[in-house]
């Protein structure tokens, strides 16, 4: 009973604190991701500003399951590799992270059926999917609640990595904890580049589209990209002194090899057409490590100035939020009621009214609806 009320005490702890510089990656993902949605408001943008607006969007979804992964696999670790992580374990972390996930994915899932149904009058006939989340499981999904594809992906990560740890439990004779946590990690990788790699020569000739939908938004392709951030958790735990002393060096490799990369694609202009086993197999891993490798420098990043540190505080508190809502949910409303001709200065006021509601809606969102589901996580009831 003093191991559990000392894992319980723990855990309260560690959720009381906030570190900024993560919280800084996160509001940095969903700033991303809400600007490159607001290309509805520039119907006519195209080129340069386009393309930058729409990776803006790719690249924000990214970060968050890099982040995602870091702050889970840490957890996971803790309890799989110091703590005796048995099935009553198992089941209290899924416990944990539903009621993080899954109230908010449901209100908001609900919300956008009833206005299918009653103001759009466009209900997908695999609108039960939604509730499964295997909507993209493995093939593209329909326009409906089109951002919550990423969703799927998370979820099924976080049962197939635990579940396996679970298993190694059970074998017959010792194991090194550690040891096998990396082995896993890296298997589960190794798998998801191999799925990439029988898409790319089952499918031939894909635009940036059909990329997208069929490759980048189905879950048996993308679950790696949640265990990049494991790997990262790992190090951390292994080398902490290392994780901090190369820091920088690692932030500078990692920005250094993006821009790199993005610039060569660029340039001699590789994309999906052109280029297509670089895009299929090897883009997407390649940008998971280059946002990992950027972890160690944020995870020891502060400033001073509170005013920007609740800020950016607030944001990464209603991300999950924000996330859910500010697309399919309020941008669509904004695509029914207001006109596309707006242009000048009542374009730029719709676009801040437009901020201002996700913004509100959201706050509102997590302090009455999922603040009080994930208060619950603290609850002594729900841990075995």
Request: aromatic share 20%; hydrophobic share 50%; with cysteine.
């Amino acid at each position: 009973m003093k191991k559990q009320h000392n894992w319980i005490f723990t855990n309260k702890m560690e959720e009381s604190k906030r570190i900024f510089g993560l919280d800084l990656i996160r509001a940095i993902a969903i700033s991303l991701v809400i600007a490159s949605h607001c290309l509805w408001f520039f119907p006519n943008a195209k080129g340069f500003i386009l393309a930058s607006f729409n990776f803006a969007g790719y690249i924000g979804v990214e970060i968050f399951f890099v982040l995602s992964g870091f702050l889970i696999g840490n957890i996971i670790y803790r309890l799989y590799v110091i703590e005796q992580f048995d099935r009553n374990k198992l089941v209290s972390f899924w416990k944990r992270r539903w009621l993080r996930t899954l109230p908010n994915y449901y209100l908001i899932l609900s919300i956008n059926v009833l206005l299918a149904y009653f103001v759009f009058r466009d209900v997908p006939i695999d609108v039960w999917k939604y509730f499964f989340f295997i909507q993209n499981f493995s093939s593209e999904q329909s326009n409906f609640f089109y951002e919550s594809w990423s969703l799927s992906i998370e979820e099924f990560a976080y049962i197939i990595g635990p579940i396996l740890l679970y298993l190694s439990m059970l074998l017959p004779f010792k194991i090194n904890k550690s040891k096998v946590f990396l082995i896993v990690t890296i298997l589960i990788i190794t798998f998801f580049f191999y799925t990439k790699v029988v898409f790319h020569y089952s499918h031939h000739q894909l635009n940036s589209l059909q990329w997208t939908s069929r490759l980048k938004s189905v879950v048996i392709y993308r679950i790696d990209a949640i265990y990049y951030g494991f790997l990262a958790a790992y190090f951390f735990n292994k080398n902490k002194r290392n994780w901090e002393e190369y820091k920088v060096l690692l932030a500078c490799f990692g920005v250094v090899f993006f821009l790199a990369l993005i610039t060569t694609l660029s340039l001699k202009n590789m994309n999906q057409v052109t280029s297509p086993f670089i895009w299929n197999v090897v883009f997407l891993p390649l940008i998971s490590i280059t946002i990992g490798l950027t972890i160690p420098f944020f995870s020891g990043f502060h400033i001073k100035n509170k005013i920007i540190k609740d800020i950016i505080k607030h944001i990464s508190l209603i991300s999950y939020s924000l996330y859910l809502i500010h697309y399919t949910l309020v941008l669509k409303c904004f695509v029914y009621f207001f006109p596309k001709e707006l242009f000048g200065l009542k374009l730029y006021a719709v676009i801040l009214v437009y901020l201002i509601v996700v913004v509100g809606i959201s706050s509102l969102l997590y302090r009455f609806f999922e603040k009080p589901f994930m208060d619950l996580r603290k609850e002594r009831r729900i841990i075995p």
